[in-house]
């Protein structure tokens, strides 16, 4: 599979087979994430691999209690450390939080995430990216210091489903020359 044919198999996955992700195939997923390129070589992202039944009920839970999320055998949570990009931290980050180098730190990650789900598609194994949560309900389930954000938490796993294709808008409606023209 190439990079087109896995962006244009890509879907959206909400039900998945009782089948574990490999060990093998997870690492294949963090390497991906490891190899995406972060502005200044920063590499923001730091990743949680949650398997465990009662930890995935509880990012469930907290991500508006979306209970299909348990279906997957497998969480990736998306974090953007911006230590990472100013070793002096930025204190309490929220989804209220304004700085510079916390956006740039986030769009670090979200590349990243986005690494793994087109390498999870080449692999056979569906995902979603999940972002419907708050950050002070969040972080304390995963442990996470409140000076770290996180971006996503990515659901795989082994599809159970294979939805078609939602519609998109046509191309001359979302890009034009030069400079903004609609």
Known sequence: MNVQQAILQRRSIRKYKDIPV??????????????????????????????????????????HDQKWMTRAPLFIVCVSD?????????????????????????????????HIVLQAEELGLGTCWIAW????????????????????VLIVGHPDEAPAARPRMALKDIACDEKWGW
């Open 133 to 152: 949560f708050i950050q002070e309900e969040i972080r304390p389930v995963l442990g996470i210091p409140e000076d770290k954000f996180v971006v996503a």
């Open 82 to 114: 911006p230590t990472a990009r100013i070793p002096e931290g930025l204190g309490y980050v929220d989804e209220e939080s304004t700085a510079f180098e916390l956006k740039q730190s986030i769009r670090d990650v979200a590349i990243q995430a986005e």
């Open 22 to 63: 490999s060990d093998e195939h997870l690492a294949i997923l963090l390497e991906a994430a490891r190899l995406a390129p972060t502005g200044s070589n920063t590499q923001t992202g730091r990743f949680i691999v949650v398997r465990g039944d009662e930890m995935r009920k509880k990012v469930a839970e907290v991500s």
